[in-house]
């Protein structure tokens, strides 16, 4: 997941340059590293700028933990009837558009429910510097497999006819839901390798194995879920899932199957730090996530650390 060195003020170069000269980088290279410009990269040493997908001022603990982040938002409907592959939903997006455009999530609501279930999260995560949309599905009988690829047709829809696309980088998706729809996420990760994240919570679904899946994916599970046990189905989710992907998996202490239906401020938390580092690549974010987040919260942690 390596995808460039970020080159920081305050930080002693005089290493950087050794290794630079070391791998014989003409001299007038030296300048661009000690400035921070981007300079090409010479046998096996890599320069790049800084990350253009950051968003956001840096974070602390607190402005993850805000049931709002630094960016205004707006909202627009999406009817059943424009939507094409999934039941319509609410599109939540930062009415700022003077740092670029945006990653985007789309996100499945669970078995028999709707979108107005899971709807606390899209302006909560938009707030952060995201576009989000919540859908409503074909049928809220839906299985997995269905609520996948309706995520999927989502994000086209987001992506090539929303009335927001323009303030959307399409190369940076990523898919989330609740039970039914947390089993569409992994579907959808599966299917579509080139996302960027995939946050299944509270998941249900007959597939156990995911050893194909090479999506970053973060699994959240509630440890009193009577209805898809993190035993049945979150932890072996995770297990299966290749280490060489970025997986993470965090179990809400004491939490039941309905635990996504209400703001759950831990959640959210790790939710945002997830998608800033695997949707935006923003390493900023990598201090909540490694070491193991120890928040009381949480019953079980379980990661790969996320590799910068």
Same mark, same amino acid.
């Given at each position: 997941? =390596?995808?460039?060195?970020?080159?920081?003020?305050?930080?002693?170069?005089?290493?950087?340059?050794?290794?630079? $000269?070391?791998?014989?980088?003409?001299?007038?290279?030296?300048?661009? @590293?000690?400035?921070?410009?981007?300079?090409?990269?010479?046998?096996? @040493?890599?320069?790049?700028?800084?990350?253009?997908?950051?968003?956001?001022?840096?974070?602390?603990?607190?402005?993850?933990?805000?049931?709002?982040?630094?960016?205004? $938002?707006?909202?627009?409907? $999406?009817? =059943?009837?424009?939507?094409?592959?999934?039941?319509?939903?609410?599109?939540?997006?930062?009415?700022?558009?003077?740092?670029?455009?945006?990653?985007?999530?789309?996100?499945?609501?669970?078995?028999?429910?709707?979108?107005?279930?899971?709807?606390?999260?899209?302006?909560?995560?938009?707030?952060?510097?995201? $576009? @989000?949309?919540?859908?409503?599905?074909?049928?809220?009988?839906?299985?997995?497999?269905?609520?996948?690829?309706?995520?999927?047709?989502?994000?086209?829809?987001?992506?090539?006819?929303?009335?927001?696309?323009?303030?959307?980088?399409?190369?940076?998706?990523?898919?989330?839901?609740?039970?039914?729809?947390?089993?569409?996420?992994?579907?959808?990760?599966?299917?579509?390798?080139?996302?960027?994240?995939?946050?299944?919570?509270?998941?249900?679904?007959?597939?156990?194995?995911?050893?194909?899946?090479?999506?970053?994916?973060? @699994?959240?599970?509630?440890?009193?879920?009577?209805?898809?046990?993190?035993?049945?189905?979150?932890?072996?989710?995770?297990?299966?899932?290749?280490?060489?992907?970025?997986?993470?998996?965090?179990?809400?202490?004491?939490?039941?199957?309905?635990?996504?239906?209400?703001?759950?401020?831990?959640?959210?938390?790790?939710?945002?730090?997830?998608?800033?580092?695997?949707?935006? +690549?923003?390493? =900023?974010?990598?201090?909540?996530?490694?070491?193991?987040? +120890?928040?009381?919260?949480?019953?079980?942690?379980?990661?790969?650390?996320?590799?910068?």
């Amino acid at each position: 997941m =390596r995808r460039g060195v970020r080159i920081l003020t305050g930080l002693t170069i005089a290493p950087v340059i050794g290794a630079v $000269v070391a791998a014989g980088v003409p001299a007038t290279a030296l300048g661009a @590293v000690v400035t921070g410009t981007p300079t090409t990269a010479i046998g096996a @040493v890599e320069l790049s700028a800084e990350n253009p997908y950051e968003r956001g001022p840096d974070p602390t603990e607190s402005s993850i933990e805000a049931s709002r982040g630094p960016f205004s $938002v707006s909202q627009t409907t $999406v009817s =059943r009837l424009s939507a094409t592959g999934f039941g319509g939903g609410t599109i939540y997006y930062p009415t700022s558009t003077s740092e670029g455009t945006f990653g985007a999530l789309a996100i499945s609501p669970g078995f028999t429910a709707t979108q107005s279930s899971i709807s606390w999260m899209g302006p909560r995560l938009a707030s952060q510097g995201f $576009v @989000v949309i919540t859908i409503d599905t074909l049928s809220t009988l839906d299985q997995p497999d269905s609520r996948g690829d309706q995520l999927r047709a989502a994000l086209t829809y987001l992506t090539q006819r929303s009335t927001v696309r323009t303030r959307i980088d399409a190369s940076r998706l990523a898919v989330a839901g609740h039970s039914m729809g947390g089993g569409g996420s992994l579907e959808a990760a599966a299917d579509q390798p080139t996302l960027q994240a995939a946050i299944p919570i509270a998941a249900w679904n007959t597939q156990k194995t995911w050893s194909t899946l090479r999506v970053p994916t973060f @699994v959240i599970g509630g440890e009193s879920d009577s209805v898809a046990p993190v035993a049945s189905h979150s932890i072996p989710f995770y297990t299966s899932i290749p280490a060489s992907a970025e997986k993470a998996y965090m179990e809400l202490d004491n939490a039941s199957h309905f635990f996504p239906q209400t703001p759950n401020t831990t959640m959210a938390k790790y939710m945002i730090s997830w998608l800033k580092r695997f949707v935006d +690549n923003d390493t =900023r974010y990598e201090q909540f996530l490694c070491p193991a987040p +120890n928040d009381r919260e949480i019953s079980d942690y379980r990661d790969t650390c996320p590799h910068s």
